[in-house]
Protein backbone atom coordinates (compact mmCIF):
# COMPACT_ATOMS: atom_id res chain seq x y z
CA UNK A 1 0.00 0.00 0.00
CA UNK A 2 1.38 3.41 -1.21
CA UNK A 3 1.95 6.13 1.34
CA UNK A 4 1.30 9.77 0.48
CA UNK A 5 1.90 12.86 2.59
CA UNK A 6 -0.10 16.62 1.87
CA UNK A 7 1.61 19.40 3.75
CA UNK A 8 -1.24 21.46 5.12
CA UNK A 9 0.64 24.10 6.35
CA UNK A 10 1.71 27.71 5.42
CA UNK A 11 5.20 28.95 5.56
CA UNK A 12 6.14 31.38 8.10
CA UNK A 13 7.11 34.58 6.14
CA UNK A 14 9.29 37.52 6.70
CA UNK A 15 6.61 40.94 6.47
CA UNK A 16 3.77 38.93 4.66
CA UNK A 17 0.67 41.25 5.11
CA UNK A 18 -2.16 38.86 5.65
CA UNK A 19 -2.23 39.47 9.36
CA UNK A 20 -2.28 42.46 11.05
CA UNK A 21 0.79 45.11 11.74
CA UNK A 22 1.24 43.83 15.13
CA UNK A 23 0.96 40.17 14.22
CA UNK A 24 3.48 39.88 11.20
CA UNK A 25 6.29 37.65 11.41
CA UNK A 26 9.81 39.05 11.70
CA UNK A 27 12.59 36.81 10.69
CA UNK A 28 16.23 37.71 10.80
CA UNK A 29 18.63 35.52 9.20
CA UNK A 30 22.17 34.81 9.95
CA UNK A 31 24.05 33.62 6.48
CA UNK A 32 26.66 30.95 6.60
CA UNK A 33 29.78 33.72 6.08
CA UNK A 34 27.90 36.19 9.04
CA UNK A 35 28.04 32.77 10.87
CA UNK A 36 31.95 32.62 10.95
CA UNK A 37 32.52 34.44 13.60
CA UNK A 38 30.02 33.74 15.74
CA UNK A 39 31.54 30.01 15.38
CA UNK A 40 34.99 31.63 17.32
CA UNK A 41 32.73 32.19 20.35
CA UNK A 42 32.34 28.53 21.06
CA UNK A 43 35.42 27.46 19.41
CA UNK A 44 38.01 30.14 20.82
CA UNK A 45 41.11 30.32 18.74
CA UNK A 46 40.07 29.22 15.80
CA UNK A 47 40.75 31.23 12.50
CA UNK A 48 37.30 31.03 10.55
CA UNK A 49 39.43 31.23 6.94
CA UNK A 50 41.85 28.43 8.10
CA UNK A 51 39.62 26.16 10.47
CA UNK A 52 35.90 26.11 8.73
CA UNK A 53 35.14 24.70 5.19
CA UNK A 54 34.88 27.33 2.90
CA UNK A 55 35.93 29.75 5.68
CA UNK A 56 32.30 30.00 6.73
CA UNK A 57 30.06 29.42 9.31
CA UNK A 58 26.52 28.06 10.65
CA UNK A 59 23.31 29.44 9.59
CA UNK A 60 21.22 30.54 12.16
CA UNK A 61 17.61 32.67 11.94
CA UNK A 62 16.23 34.97 14.94
CA UNK A 63 12.54 35.01 14.96
CA UNK A 64 9.96 37.26 16.41
CA UNK A 65 6.43 36.10 16.00
CA UNK A 66 2.85 35.18 17.54
CA UNK A 67 1.49 31.99 18.76
CA UNK A 68 -0.82 32.77 16.36
CA UNK A 69 1.62 33.42 13.53
CA UNK A 70 1.55 30.69 10.87
CA UNK A 71 -0.47 27.43 11.10
CA UNK A 72 -1.22 27.29 14.44
CA UNK A 73 -3.68 25.34 16.73
CA UNK A 74 -5.71 27.51 19.13
CA UNK A 75 -6.44 26.76 22.95
CA UNK A 76 -9.45 26.81 24.61
CA UNK A 77 -7.62 29.07 26.55
CA UNK A 78 -7.51 31.64 23.71
CA UNK A 79 -11.11 32.15 23.90
CA UNK A 80 -12.05 31.88 27.20
CA UNK A 81 -10.54 31.54 31.19
CA UNK A 82 -13.71 28.74 31.08
CA UNK A 83 -14.50 25.74 29.18
CA UNK A 84 -17.17 23.37 29.27
CA UNK A 85 -19.48 25.36 31.15
CA UNK A 86 -17.37 26.01 33.73
CA UNK A 87 -14.27 24.29 34.00
CA UNK A 88 -10.72 25.96 33.69
CA UNK A 89 -9.75 25.97 30.12
CA UNK A 90 -7.03 24.13 28.51
CA UNK A 91 -3.79 25.93 27.54
CA UNK A 92 -1.75 24.69 24.37
CA UNK A 93 0.45 22.49 26.32
CA UNK A 94 -2.46 20.53 28.26
CA UNK A 95 -3.82 19.23 24.98
CA UNK A 96 -4.39 16.26 25.12
CA UNK A 97 -2.52 14.48 22.33
CA UNK A 98 -5.04 11.90 20.81
CA UNK A 99 -7.13 15.06 20.01
CA UNK A 100 -4.02 15.57 17.51
CA UNK A 101 -4.13 12.87 14.88
CA UNK A 102 -7.64 11.15 13.65
CA UNK A 103 -9.59 10.56 10.60
CA UNK A 104 -9.64 13.99 8.96
CA UNK A 105 -12.78 15.24 6.90
CA UNK A 106 -12.83 17.78 4.77
CA UNK A 107 -15.95 20.34 4.16
CA UNK A 108 -16.09 22.27 1.19
CA UNK A 109 -17.73 25.40 1.61
CA UNK A 110 -16.08 27.39 -1.05
CA UNK A 111 -19.71 28.24 -2.74
CA UNK A 112 -20.07 30.41 0.05
CA UNK A 113 -19.53 33.90 -0.17
CA UNK A 114 -16.91 35.64 1.84
CA UNK A 115 -18.47 36.92 5.27
CA UNK A 116 -21.03 34.26 4.99
CA UNK A 117 -22.22 32.67 8.38
CA UNK A 118 -22.18 28.81 8.64
CA UNK A 119 -25.48 27.07 10.50
CA UNK A 120 -25.65 23.92 12.15
CA UNK A 121 -27.91 23.25 8.85
CA UNK A 122 -25.58 24.34 6.51
CA UNK A 123 -23.07 21.75 8.35
CA UNK A 124 -25.93 19.22 8.00
CA UNK A 125 -26.38 19.45 4.62
CA UNK A 126 -22.97 18.78 3.68
CA UNK A 127 -22.37 15.58 5.93
CA UNK A 128 -25.31 14.41 4.41
CA UNK A 129 -24.74 15.29 0.54
CA UNK A 130 -21.20 13.49 1.54
CA UNK A 131 -23.23 10.60 3.30
CA UNK A 132 -20.88 10.56 6.10
CA UNK A 133 -22.03 10.17 9.65
CA UNK A 134 -19.21 12.10 11.96
CA UNK A 135 -17.68 10.22 14.99
CA UNK A 136 -16.03 11.20 18.15
CA UNK A 137 -12.66 12.02 17.52
CA UNK A 138 -12.76 13.10 14.00
CA UNK A 139 -10.94 16.66 12.79
CA UNK A 140 -13.19 18.37 10.93
CA UNK A 141 -11.20 20.98 8.12
CA UNK A 142 -13.07 23.48 5.90
CA UNK A 143 -12.08 24.62 3.03
CA UNK A 144 -13.04 28.03 2.21
CA UNK A 145 -11.02 29.22 -0.42
CA UNK A 146 -9.06 32.30 1.37
CA UNK A 147 -5.82 30.43 1.07
CA UNK A 148 -5.32 31.15 -2.14
CA UNK A 149 -4.91 34.98 -0.99
CA UNK A 150 -2.73 33.88 1.23
CA UNK A 151 0.57 36.78 1.58
CA UNK A 152 -1.61 39.28 0.20
CA UNK A 153 -3.81 41.86 2.65
CA UNK A 154 -7.07 40.50 0.96
CA UNK A 155 -6.76 37.07 2.93
CA UNK A 156 -7.88 38.75 6.38
CA UNK A 157 -11.26 39.26 4.49
CA UNK A 158 -11.86 36.32 2.24
CA UNK A 159 -13.55 33.17 3.39
CA UNK A 160 -17.01 32.44 5.35
CA UNK A 161 -17.03 31.67 8.78
CA UNK A 162 -18.16 29.15 11.38
CA UNK A 163 -20.80 30.33 13.66
CA UNK A 164 -21.68 29.38 17.19
CA UNK A 165 -24.16 26.89 16.60
CA UNK A 166 -22.14 25.49 13.59
CA UNK A 167 -19.70 24.89 15.63
CA UNK A 168 -21.38 23.26 18.28
CA UNK A 169 -23.00 21.02 15.94
CA UNK A 170 -19.67 19.83 15.29
CA UNK A 171 -18.29 19.52 19.00
CA UNK A 172 -21.49 18.05 20.36
CA UNK A 173 -21.12 15.07 18.11
CA UNK A 174 -17.56 14.41 19.47
CA UNK A 175 -15.73 16.54 17.27
CA UNK A 176 -12.73 17.76 19.15
CA UNK A 177 -10.71 19.82 17.04
CA UNK A 178 -11.47 21.93 13.89
CA UNK A 179 -9.58 23.38 11.30
CA UNK A 180 -9.83 26.35 8.60
CA UNK A 181 -8.17 27.65 5.43
CA UNK A 182 -8.99 31.44 6.53
CA UNK A 183 -7.57 33.67 8.99
CA UNK A 184 -10.20 33.10 11.46
CA UNK A 185 -12.58 30.12 12.08
CA UNK A 186 -14.72 32.74 13.12
CA UNK A 187 -16.09 35.20 9.79
CA UNK A 188 -13.71 37.78 8.69
CA UNK A 189 -13.13 39.95 11.74
CA UNK A 190 -13.47 43.47 9.85
CA UNK A 191 -17.02 42.48 8.77
CA UNK A 192 -18.25 41.21 12.08
CA UNK A 193 -16.92 44.55 13.56
CA UNK A 194 -18.95 45.95 10.78
CA UNK A 195 -22.18 44.56 11.08
CA UNK A 196 -21.68 45.31 14.76
CA UNK A 197 -21.72 48.66 14.47
CA UNK A 198 -24.53 48.57 12.68
CA UNK A 199 -26.63 46.40 14.77
CA UNK A 200 -24.93 46.82 18.21
CA UNK A 201 -25.19 42.50 18.50
CA UNK A 202 -22.72 41.76 20.45
CA UNK A 203 -23.80 38.05 20.03
CA UNK A 204 -22.37 38.19 16.52
CA UNK A 205 -19.03 39.33 18.35
CA UNK A 206 -16.15 35.96 17.88
CA UNK A 207 -19.44 33.54 18.39
CA UNK A 208 -17.64 30.55 16.67
CA UNK A 209 -14.51 30.83 19.50
CA UNK A 210 -16.66 31.60 22.35
CA UNK A 211 -18.91 28.47 21.94
CA UNK A 212 -15.68 26.90 23.30
CA UNK A 213 -17.17 27.82 26.89
CA UNK A 214 -20.36 25.35 26.13
CA UNK A 215 -17.90 22.41 25.11
CA UNK A 216 -14.06 22.93 24.76
CA UNK A 217 -12.44 22.59 21.59
CA UNK A 218 -9.27 23.45 19.97
CA UNK A 219 -9.17 24.73 16.14
CA UNK A 220 -6.35 25.40 13.62
CA UNK A 221 -6.34 28.26 11.50
CA UNK A 222 -4.35 29.54 7.89
CA UNK A 223 -4.36 25.85 6.61
CA UNK A 224 -3.66 25.52 3.19
CA UNK A 225 -3.90 22.49 0.33
CA UNK A 226 -6.89 21.11 1.60
CA UNK A 227 -8.65 20.87 -2.52
CA UNK A 228 -5.52 18.05 -2.46
CA UNK A 229 -7.18 15.82 -0.04
CA UNK A 230 -10.46 13.51 -0.47
CA UNK A 231 -13.33 14.13 1.08
CA UNK A 232 -12.93 11.42 4.07
CA UNK A 233 -10.18 8.20 4.19
CA UNK A 234 -6.92 10.17 5.42
CA UNK A 235 -5.46 10.32 9.10
CA UNK A 236 -4.71 14.41 9.94
CA UNK A 237 -1.92 15.50 12.04
CA UNK A 238 -1.58 18.69 14.37
CA UNK A 239 0.70 18.44 17.47
CA UNK A 240 1.32 21.79 18.85
CA UNK A 241 4.47 22.97 19.69
CA UNK A 242 4.39 23.08 23.73
CA UNK A 243 4.31 26.72 25.24
CA UNK A 244 3.88 26.54 28.44
CA UNK A 245 0.67 28.28 29.72
CA UNK A 246 -0.08 29.57 26.00
CA UNK A 247 -3.17 30.33 24.02
CA UNK A 248 -1.85 28.94 20.81
CA UNK A 249 0.85 26.78 18.98
CA UNK A 250 2.40 26.29 15.84
CA UNK A 251 2.03 23.29 13.76
CA UNK A 252 2.97 21.31 10.52
CA UNK A 253 -0.23 20.25 9.89
CA UNK A 254 0.21 16.94 7.54
CA UNK A 255 -2.22 15.05 5.72
CA UNK A 256 -1.55 11.05 5.55
CA UNK A 257 -3.69 9.40 2.24
CA UNK A 258 -3.05 5.69 2.10
CA UNK A 259 -3.41 4.38 -1.40
Request: hydrophobic share 40%; glycine share 8%; charged share 25%.
Amino acid sequence: MARRFIDLSISIENDLPSDPPLMIPKIMYIDHKAGAPSMVEFFPGIDPEKDLPGGVGWAVEFVTLSTHSGTHLDAPWHYHPTMDKGKPSLTIDQIPLEWCMGPGVVLDFRHFPDGYLVSAKDMEEAFNKMDYELKEGDIVLVMTGADKFWGKPEYLVKGCGMGREATLYLTERGVHVTGTDAWSWDRPLPLIAKEYQETKDASIIWEGHFASIERGYCHIEKLTNLDQLPPYGFTFFCFPIKVKGASAGWIRAVALIEE
